[in-house]
């Protein structure tokens, strides 16, 4: 907004509470949302404040939307899994939230997340690692700038 862009007329914010049990897909319908075309839904930097279920039924809901409907979603996998010299940083991103009363609640294997996704229903889901992305988008930097390994990618379609 103080760049001068504002917020397009066709952008709805929702905030939603995946936790307290909100019927989301309502308060999107109410928000304009046609669940009946298909639609991109992104989700990162949520999973890990959510709990397996409340996950379990996130990704359940997304997939009963309009077939085509493509979801970008970002987990954490557990700590174990994470590269030693992002092991640090993890630690520290988690203790944050923690401190504030937002704590982590989650972390997913590859495995465990592919399986949430396809027993809720997606007929393509697949995982990317972090280090994947981290290789294709910032190798050869100059400055070294390299995002952490400890957080994952799941792209899935209905």
């Not at 379990?56 to 009963?64: K, P, Y």
């Not at 465990?112 to 889901?125: C, I, K, R, V, Y």
């Amino acid at each position: 907004m103080e760049l001068g862009y504002g917020i397009p007329d066709r952008l709805r914010l929702v905030p939603v509470d995946f936790e307290g049990g909100d019927s989301w897909p309502e308060q999107l319908a109410a928000a304009g949302f046609d669940s009946t075309r298909p639609a991109v839904v992104v989700s990162t930097g949520v999973t890990m404040y959510l709990t397996r279920d409340a996950t379990a039924a996130t990704l359940r809901r997304i997939a009963g939307l309009a077939p085509g409907t493509t979801l970008a979603m970002t987990f954490l996998p557990p700590p174990e899994l994470v590269a030693p010299a992002d092991r640090p940083g993890l630690r520290t991103s988690k203790e944050g939230p923690q401190t504030s009363g937002t704590p982590f609640l989650s972390f997913c294997t590859p495995q465990d997340m592919l399986s949430l996704a396809h027993e809720a229903g997606f007929a393509d889901a697949r995982h990317v690692p972090g280090s994947l992305l981290a290789d294709r988008y910032f190798a050869d930097r100059g400055d070294g700038l390299r995002p952490s390994s400890g957080e994952d990618f799941l792209p899935a379609t209905t």
